[in-house]
């Protein structure tokens, strides 16, 4: 039996299938590989689709390269090609599970479709081959109770206090006679767009929607026809992709931020516009209500009409705006703690140091155990 | 209305804005009762604000995205592959004497 309680010598690398800029996984993976560097971890990130000139910091997959790690955190979010080559890998593995959208959504992309799809199922032969199981949210947790994993745990997506401090000094760039609304999120069918272009339809001519996101192409041709329908193609922006100073930009210049998704297995978009101090409304679907945990305003309700209506109402009460921002505010203190660099580094030494301590035994179980500690 | 949205604020401000919401909500269904039957109708009739050739493709798009198929459009995909397919063919077998 070997003790080791430093973090000498530790290594711990990350695989997804695919990494590009500005993408909430990828920009979790980079979190984790800073958060474990800075906490003297050897880290490496390994992907299959490398896109947007990330290939200087994220390694191509290599099977070789894997197997002197003590630990490998495999991030699954939808149909993984190397599965079988990575459960192959005999190193101790951890899954961080990021929800698969329900490939009903998907019935327009066949390639989309067979990904979720086989996404889902490949989550039971990842059950078996995995030592702990992170989420980043309950809703993701309890889809994975249903499949028969074990205590699934909370694993940070970003470091919140990071991103409070980067936005400290950011004033609001609002315009004038122009009431602004936001969406950051990709632009496909269960981000349902269409809904935002709808409630817009019920606004008079001052509100606008701006629209943040890369798009599937099929369904940002059907957004742009329906804005043109509906004939409120004059005051939608569509940016698309945009990078970090641009997004900043979007939210400085927003009133609100608007969600009509439809499934969300976080929401880091609806953290950036709390941390923007942007009033968040968002349809309760996913993780949405546990995300803002009675923060921003919730509705009950998918009829644009109505939406409409809630909107107009409250941002004509800037007394209701600012409580729903200082009840924001208090949320994002409360999740200060979980979603910070520190916790990344308890959670990866604790469970290295462990499977490294009890190697002989059923270091599944013992890793479970250890995850309910860190759980408490 | 009062279960159309949850907000955690104090209970006055909350009443106040349910109340005023339920009245811009009245004015909203009164100048457009069947708000569905509204939407619907742009895929009956053509709006002004958009061009024949448009319309067409959003009537397509909206029905694969309301209804998950369209129905005839992969009978006519196949169609025109298999015709593009023939095409290219006989295209191959006509020598070039350019």
Not at chain 1, 4 to 25: C, E, K, L
Not at chain 1, 157 to 164: C, E, P, Q, S
């Given at each position: 039996m070997r003790h080791?309680?430093?973090?000498?010598?530790?290594?711990?690398?990350?695989?997804?299938?695919?990494?590009?800029?500005?993408?909430?996984?990828t920009n979790q993976m980079f979190f984790i590989y800073r958060s474990l560097r800075q906490a003297g971890i050897e880290s490496r990130i390994y992907a299959d689709h490398i896109r947007g000139g990330l290939s200087?910091?994220?390694?191509?997959?290599?099977?070789?390269?894997?197997?002197?790690?003590?630990?490998l955190l495999l991030h699954h979010s939808h149909g993984n090609p190397q599965l079988q080559k990575l459960l192959g890998i005999e190193v101790p593995k951890a899954l961080i599970y990021h929800n698969i959208t329900p490939e009903h959504f998907f019935r327009h992309d066949p390639h989309m479709w067979n990904l979720c799809r086989i996404g889902r199922s490949q989550l039971k032969l990842i059950r078996q081959a995995v030592s702990t199981t992170f989420v980043d949210s309950r809703f993701n947790g309890r889809e994975l109770k249903d499949l028969g994993f074990t205590d699934p745990?909370?694993?940070?997506?970003?470091?919140?206090?990071?991103?409070?401090?980067e936005v400290s000094n950011s004033q609001p760039r609002r315009e004038k006679g122009k009431i602004k609304l936001l969406f950051v999120g990709k632009i496909a069918p269960h981000k349902?767009?269409?809904?935002?272009?709808?409630?817009?339809?019920?606004?008079?001519?001052?509100?606008?929607?701006?629209?943040?996101?890369?798009?599937?192409?099929?369904?940002?041709?059907?957004?742009?026809?329906?804005?043109?329908?509906?004939?409120?193609?004059?005051?939608?922006?569509?940016?698309?992709?945009?990078?970090?100073?641009?997004?900043?930009?979007?939210?400085?210049?927003?009133?609100?931020?608007?969600s009509t998704s439809?499934?969300?297995?976080?929401?880091?978009?609806?953290i950036e516009a709390m941390v923007h101090q942007l009033p968040v409304f968002a349809i309760n679907s996913g993780a949405v209500a546990?995300?803002?945990?009675?923060?921003?305003?919730?509705?009950?309700?998918?009829?644009?009409?109505?939406?409409?209506?809630?909107?107009?109402?409250?941002?004509?009460?800037?007394?209701?705006?600012?409580?729903?921002?200082?009840?924001?505010?208090?949320?994002?203190?409360?999740?200060?703690?979980?979603?910070?660099?520190?916790?990344?580094q308890t959670i990866?030494?604790?469970?290295?140091?462990?499977?490294?301590v009890v190697p002989e035994c059923d270091w599944k179980k013992e890793a479970a155990n250890i995850a309910r500690q860190l759980e408490t | 209305m009062s279960t159309l949205f949850s907000f955690d604020a104090d209970s006055s401000l909350e009443k106040q804005i349910r109340s005023e919401a339920r009245e811009e909500l009245k004015h909203f269904l009164k100048k457009e009762p069947d708000p569905d039957a509204a939407f619907r109708g742009i895929f009956n009739r053509r709006p002004k604000t958009i061009r024949w050739s448009n319309y067409l493709r959003l009537k397509i798009l909206h029905r694969q995205f309301s209804k998950g198929t369209v129905p005839g459009l992969p009978v006519i995909v196949r169609s025109a592959r298999f015709l593009y397919g023939r095409y290219r063919n006989l295209k191959r077998m006509i020598p070039d004497n350019s």
């Open positions: 080791v309680h430093s973090t000498q010598g530790m290594v711990i690398h990350q695989y997804h299938f695919s990494v590009s800029p500005g993408d909430a996984i200087k910091w994220v390694n191509r997959f290599n099977e070789a390269e894997l197997w002197n790690c003590d630990l745990i909370h694993f940070p997506l970003f470091d919140i206090g990071v991103m409070m401090a349902n767009q269409i809904a935002l272009l709808r409630t817009l339809s019920y606004l008079p001519p001052e509100y606008e929607l701006t629209l943040v996101g890369s798009a599937d192409p099929i369904y940002l041709d059907y957004v742009k026809l329906t804005a043109r329908a509906l004939g409120v193609h004059s005051r939608v922006q569509i940016l698309g992709k945009v990078p970090e100073k641009d997004l900043k930009r979007a939210y400085q210049e927003s009133w609100a931020f608007l439809l499934h969300e297995g976080f929401g880091v978009p609806l546990e995300t803002l945990d009675d923060a921003g305003v919730l509705f009950n309700t998918e009829k644009p009409w109505e939406l409409a209506a809630v909107l107009k109402t409250f941002l004509a009460h800037p007394e209701a705006i600012k409580a729903a921002i200082a009840r924001q505010n208090q949320r994002l203190e409360a999740l200060r703690a979980g979603e910070s660099q520190e916790r990344v990866c030494r604790d469970l290295v140091h462990h499977l490294r | -």
